[in-house]
């Protein structure tokens, strides 16, 4: 059966009616089978049924070889042969001049023979590969590792490096661990697979994965189709079905992103997120249990090497700055954000507006680049099902994608409006 790695490849061709029918089958059969692909392919004819209804204005409609040909001006040679003609009856040849006619060829070869010194002569430069950032072992079962396009089959046992954009893929009976330089361990369940972005950025395509992930400096994020998972540095397991996003926590705190919304979840609690909707409540779980799975999952080297890892990690964490905001059981129409532009820094930063029993109410993503347009001051639209009548007050987070320290934080006032 056919990777999603080598279907992903051939998708546009398929829409546009290029593939043998042999190689059209194979992508229509794996389609029909993997939700991953079956999105992919979805999101490809919604781009294509854009563009062409953007540019159908300005199609070709008529072949353009006539109005070329038109342009291309015939030679007029009629004088030149009756110019040597002339010559040739009056015995008066114009002379052949050996000199003019070998030159061009010197200077080509000379050239040539110049070029290959000065090539022979050039100082090398040795192309720098991509930093490692980490390592993955199919432990059992079989994997595959795609790193720039080039997919390789994992052998058993045998650690495989991992850089910037390699995903890791394992099949039927599967079972893998990668190790990230950042002391961070993550076990993929079969049918799994994800794409490394940096080392605390990852993106869970299909399947389940289990995650220790380490405090440091910057946020780590689980991006899927569904939602968004950020941690500063616990254990947990991310499942992502057809339509669904199963997030557990064993230890510490994760926040579940989407769109607008997220819910906060702490040790032996669970979220169900259905078509990228935060519509159930958080529900207290056995966190154990339910990761039983990955407990057989180890490699001596990649666990050795995180203890190793986390004696020399930074402890510290992103920092947040929280405000609380008095609104008198008024109504809300609006939240001000304000900051010194003289301080920017280029993290990026996440709004979160909670109650007053701290029960998640609205997320808003500020990036570094919305900061430099509003020189200084953005104004948050409320959603009219909030009810702000009923609260007393309300509290305001601004987090950090990876400063940490409080002093580089830009934001000088947070406050409602009516």
């Known amino acids: 059966m056919a990777r999603c790695s080598e279907i992903e490849q051939e998708i546009q061709a398929y829409i546009d009616g290029e593939l043998e029918r042999a190689k059209a089958l194979i992508v229509e059969e794996h389609i029909a089978s993997c ?16 563009l062409h ?62 070029g290959t010194f000065i090539f022979m002569r050039w100082p090398s430069i040795k192309e720098l590969s991509p930093i490692t950032i980490g390592y993955a072992v199919i432990v059992d079962g079989e994997g595959f590792l795609t790193s720039e396009g080039k997919p390789n089959k994992l052998t058993k046992g045998r650690p495989y490096q991992i850089k910037a954009g390699t995903s890791v893929e394992t099949i039927s009976q599967g079972l893998c661990i990668v190790g990230l330089n950042d002391a961070t361990t993550i076990r ?24 220790e992930v380490s ?20 254990k947990f397991q991310v499942e992502l079905m057809e339509g669904k996003l199963i997030t ?12 607008s ?78 900051w010194d532009m003289s301080v920017l ?12 029993a701290l029960k998640p109410l609205l997320r ?9 347009q509003y020189r200084g001051s953005l104004t948050i639209p409320v959603p009219e099902e909030i009810k702000f009548e009923d609260m007393g007050l309300i509290h305001i987070e601004i987090l950090s994608d990876d400063i940490d320290q409080p002093n580089s934080m830009p934001f000088t006032k947070v406050y409602a409006k009516s």
């Not at 038109?70 to 040739?88: F, N, Q, V, W």
């Not at 405090?215 to 500063?232: E, W, Y």
């Not at 557990?248 to 769109?259: D, L, Q």
């Not at 808003?364 to 430099?372: A, D, Q």
């Open 35 to 50: 939700n991953h692909c079956k999105t992919l392919f979805e999101e490809y004819r919604k781009i294509n049924a854009i």
């Open 53 to 114: 209804e953007a540019l159908y204005p300005y199609r070709l409609c008529e072949s353009l070889d006539k109005k070329v040909m038109e342009k291309i001006p015939t030679k007029e040679d009629s004088y030149e042969k009756a110019h040597a003609l002339t010559l040739r009856v009056k015995g008066e040849e114009e002379p052949s001049y050996f000199f003019t006619k070998v030159v061009p060829y010197f200077a080509v070869a000379l050239m040539a023979v110049l």
């Open 188 to 211: 993929l369940a079969q049918d799994t697979r994800i794409r490394v972005i940096t080392e605390r950025n990852i993106e869970l395509e299909k399947g389940k994965v289990l995650c």
């Open 215 to 234: 405090r440091g400096s910057r946020l780590f994020k689980v991006h899927t189709a569904q939602g968004q998972i950020t941690v500063f540095g616990t």
């Open 248 to 259: 557990t926590v064993i230890s510490g705190e994760v926040k579940v992103e989407t769109n």
């Open 261 to 338: 919304k997220f819910a906060v979840l702490k040790d032996n609690q669970q979220l169900v997120v259905r078509d990228k909707t935060i519509s159930e409540s958080v529900r207290e779980c056995d966190a154990k249990l339910i990761t039983n799975w990955a407990n057989e999952l180890t490699y001596p080297a990649i666990l050795e090497s995180r203890k190793i890892n986390l004696n020399g990690v930074n402890l510290s964490q992103p920092i947040s700055k929280v405000y609380v905001v008095p609104i008198d059981h008024k109504k809300i129409s609006e939240i001000i954000v304000e």
């Open 345 to 356: 820094s280029d993290s990026n930063y996440t709004i979160y507006v909670y109650d007053e």
């Open 364 to 372: 808003y993503r500020l990036p570094k680049e919305l900061m430099t």
